[in-house]
Nanobody, 124 residues
Framework: QVQLVESGGGLVQAGGSLRLSCAAS????????VAWFRQAPGKEREFVGG???????STADSVKGRFTISRDNAKNTVLLQMDSLKPEDTAVYYC??????????????????WGQGTQVTVSS
């Protein structure tokens, strides 16, 4: 089993920044692919970005150039740096993980483990 815990959410003004952290514990060597999803009220959960163990990343077009994903394998932590935030970025952000090598899926049903989510609210 793998446990994921997100932190770092909060309230920020448009144009501001936040950094989310996803800390993994348990059998983390089985889940080298880590992705961030978000879900706004009344909307489907959508892919934000992901990273593989080698550090390769994949980012949704809606956040490209504003959000950056990185990882510290020694600490089993994945970070989501969010800059130039917009009100439409308001959502609950979830960390997820799965087995794999290089490919970073964008479909939520391809991920096996999920965190509890952290709220990000961007005011205009």
């Amino acid at each position: 089993q793998v446990q994921l815990v997100e932190s770092g959410g909060g309230l920020v003004q448009a144009g501001g920044s936040l950094r989310l952290s996803c800390a993994a514990s348990g059998r983390t060597f089985n889940t080298p692919i880590v992705a961030w999803f978000r879900q706004a009220p009344g909307k489907e959960r959508e892919f934000v970005g992901g990273i593989n163990r080698a550090g390769g990343t994949s980012t949704a077009d809606s956040v490209k150039g504003r959000f950056t994903i990185s990882r510290d394998n020694a600490k089993n932590t994945v970070l989501l740096q969010m800059d130039s935030l917009k009100p439409e970025d308001t959502a609950v952000y979830y960390c997820s993980a799965r087995a794999g090598t290089l490919r970073i899926p964008r479909e939520r049903n391809e991920y096996d483990y999920w965190g509890q989510g952290t709220q990000v609210t961007v005011s205009s």
